[in-house]
């Protein structure tokens, strides 16, 4: 049984916005062109419903206008990139910043699973009930990584998607067929087949993902006008608190809090967009009976240089490493801490550091705890 490890950074000068918790894995699956009004409720899905009765389900949460395929680019790069419709895009691959390329340059993994899609690698306009324009990690599809392009074999058929959850990579997207996804056929028999298919397909990871600290988040593409484009949103794992939330979020809020949980830097017009950080609790992870951490930067903001004091409630040791990155998720410095009778304290000095926010992620016994951020004045 896990034991909880609690761990807290007093920050007495400004007050941030509660800290999101970085899962193992997440998988993002996103459906198609139906309103929060005609899946939440609604018996035709009653998989789902239960999803978002055991999660976090938001109910004011939008897609980002019309059709399909801009909201799916949105939501993965914060633009557009000039895309307005659904026909075949031009002048790809894209070398712009995007979810997949920070991810990696940051030291995760990323892939894309669609079903129907004929091989690794496949760039197609449709095959089969494959569309492209519902997979926007294509488009970057290309060699050249310090362009932010994305190695094909990031673009990967359903059938890749391994039973081992422990080998999945860090965030995926889970695209289902145009069968699957509520896009083509009628209400509700398109509703009941999406949301067999979900059970039937990842429901094991649904239940893995939550006693292994990850995230299942499924939304939907776009709504309908007659909604203001309202679409459900539900989060769920074990860093979630269940309840209804009912504060305005969009897709680039979703891509800003996805980068805020793995301390990436912000792209495109999601650096405005407002985060969602009101349905998270921190995570049980390893230690021994009755271990109890705190870790205290004070002060913070950090004018010229700031202590962070470790107290442990169990008096065996107890290892620390934290990594302090930039607001772009590159490497700045790393320590190790071995804490013995209770204690460990170090100091950080900023002299060398441009001003900015920074983020320092903590590791207790090599398993990750939480980010926090820092700023240097």
């Given amino acids: 049984m896990f034991n909880k490890l609690f761990l807290l950074l007093f920050l007495p000068l ?7 918790p970085q899962p193992n894995k997440v998988v993002i699956v996103i459906l198609e062109n139906h309103s929060y009004q005609q899946i939440i409720g609604n018996s035709a899905a009653p998989y789902i419903n239960m999803l978002a009765d055991s999660g976090a389900l938001f109910s004011d949460y939008h897609a980002l206008g019309y059709t399909s395929q801009p909201n799916y680019i949105k939501l993965f790069s914060g633009s557009d990139q000039g895309i307005i419709n659904n026909a075949f895009p031009t002048g790809t691959p894209f070398t712009t910043p995007n979810l997949g390329s920070s991810l990696r340059d940051s030291g995760f993994t990323f892939k894309g699973y669609a079903e129907d899609l004929p091989y ?6 449709a095959w089969g009930y494959y569309l492209y324009e519902h997979t926007p990690w294509p488009n970057w599809q290309g060699l050249d990584s310090l362009q932010h392009q994305l190695d094909p074999s ?42 067999n298919w979900i059970q039937d397909t990842l429901s094991g990871y649904i239940n893995w ?12 593409d776009e709504g309908n006008s007659a909604t203001q484009n309202l679409v ?24 800003r809090t996805l980068e805020d949980m793995f301390s990436l830097g912000y792209i495109g ?13 921190p995570v049980s992870v390893p230690g021994n009976n009755n271990q109890f951490i705190t870790v205290s930067v004070i002060p913070n903001p950090v004018s010229s240089s700031t202590g962070i004091l470790i107290n442990c409630t169990d008096k065996k040791k107890t290892n620390v490493k934290m990594v302090l990155k930039d607001s772009f998720g590159k490497k700045i410095k790393d320590f190790q801490i071995e804490i013995k009778n209770n204690k460990g304290q170090l100091r950080l000095d900023n002299s060398g550091f441009a001003k900015g ?21």
């Fill in 14 to 20: 400004k007050i941030f916005s509660q800290v999101i």
């Fill in 120 to 125: 690794e690698g496949a760039i197609v306009s």
């Fill in 154 to 195: 990031a673009n990967v058929p359903f059938t890749y998607f391994p039973p081992d959850y422990d080998s999945l990579p860090t965030l995926s997207f889970v695209i289902p067929n145009a069968i699957h996804d509520m896009h083509n056929g009628s209400d509700p028999q398109r509703i009941t087949d999406c949301d």
């Fill in 209 to 220: 993902c939550k006693a292994n600290n990850s995230l299942f988040i499924l939304t939907f």
């Fill in 232 to 255: 459900p949103l539900i989060i769920y794992g074990p860093s979630v608190v269940q309840g209804l939330y009912t504060d305005y979020h969009d897709h680039y809020g979703l891509l």
């Fill in 269 to 281: 017009n999601d650096s405005t967009a407002a985060v969602i950080d009101e349905c998270w609790q």
């Fill in 357 to 377: 926010i920074y983020f320092l992620s903590v590791f207790i016994n090599n398993r990750f705890y939480k980010t926090e951020k820092i700023i240097f004045e």
